[in-house]
């Protein structure tokens, strides 16, 4: 069994985001009790907000962990961010600046890790011991729970599931490489195709992915299609994982999951069509998440009262 400590205090989950900072209380069932949030600051200014918010949210209570989920790179002793994509964060000992006052132990987490940890727990995997998240969003992040418990690799920056080759050569990236998932099945990629294809509502503003699934629950044959393509890249991509990592389940969150279906119908059947000896093999079941945006909030304050 994993451990579990910090006995029956509160757990806060916080979230930092590029532009919003949220925490919450969150109960042992995964429920938020009370929240709230304010904008990012810049990186230097970031320890004293987080910890403004923890303190408003749990005056005179006893605070059993505070778990902080951020994008980056973040080191296995889950403490130090290595690098940040968004913030200014380079080797930052996050959770040493934020104890240093507030006087209860801090975790940090890489955010997709904590979503994945969110839906395993009180979300869509719940009911399986090996599970991978991938969120589609603006990039393509995951995290892999393993025989119930986050797997974090070899320097604790394991699921960067978003730069996995899907076309070789192909479209440069930000990592440096050229042709990784990200690139074709994000919502970024997916708003460029549909500005390919597609003409706008409004010819003063660009194809947004709001109207993009918006328009295929309309019905909208070329917005069908273009969620169809890039849940087809994803599916792609996903059996290349699978062949790897053999998960019961694949749960599908970010904003680009929101079309459902119209989506995730798409990744399933290219997930058929290219998972390795299909129809020979058990295969993933791949469902749509279930916490939304909460997933890493609730996962971080579930994470901060864990030992492993
Ligand atoms: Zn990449």
């Not at 969150?26 to 970031?46: K, L, S």
């Not at 892999?144 to 990236?173: K, S, T």
């Not at 194809?207 to 599916?235: K, N, W």
């Not at 969150?253 to 990744?267: I, N």
Request: charge should be negative; include cysteine; aromatic fraction near 2%.
């Amino acid at each position: 069994m994993t451990g579990t400590g910090g006995g029956t205090g509160l757990r806060v989950g916080v979230d930092i985001g590029g532009t919003k900072i949220a925490a919450g209380v969150v109960d042992t069932e995964g429920t938020i009790v009370r929240m709230e949030q304010c904008a990012t600051p810049t990186a230097a200014e970031i320890p004293d907000a987080v910890r403004l918010l923890v303190r408003g949210l749990t005056e005179g209570e006893d605070v059993a962990g505070v778990g902080i989920g951020a994008a980056g790179f973040v080191g296995a002793d889950r403490r130090t961010i290595i690098f940040a994509p968004n913030i200014d964060w380079r080797d930052e000992p996050l959770a040493e600046r934020v104890e240093d006052g507030l006087g209860v132990p801090v975790v940090v987490e890489n955010d997709a890790n904590a979503a994945a940890w969110g839906e395993f727990r009180f979300g869509a995997g719940r009911d399986v011991d090996d599970m991978l998240l991938i969120t589609v969003g603006t990039g393509v992040g995951g995290g892999i729970v393993h025989d119930g418990r986050i797997y974090r690799g070899g320097h604790g920056i394991a699921a960067e599931v978003g730069h996995v080759r899907l076309v070789p050569g192909g479209l440069p990236c930000g990592c440096g490489q050229r042709g990784c998932l990200e690139q074709y099945a994000s919502g970024t990629a997916l708003v460029r195709r549909a500005r390919e294809v597609m003409e706008p509502d409004d010819p003063t503003t660009p194809v947004s992915g709001h109207e993009v699934t918006r328009r295929a629950a309309a019905g909208d044959p070329e917005a069908l299609a273009v969620l169809a393509d890039v849940g087809h890249d994803l599916g792609q991509g996903i059996a290349t994982m699978a062949a790897v990592l053999d998960p019961q389940m694949v749960v599908i969150g970010g904003g680009v999951a929101e079309a459902g279906t119209d989506f995730v119908d798409p990744v399933r059947r290219a997930l058929e069509l290219h998972l390795t000896a299909t129809g020979r093999r058990p295969g993933p079941v791949v469902r749509p998440a279930l916490l939304g945006n909460d997933a890493g909030l609730v996962g971080a304050a579930d994470l901060s009262v864990r030992t492993d």
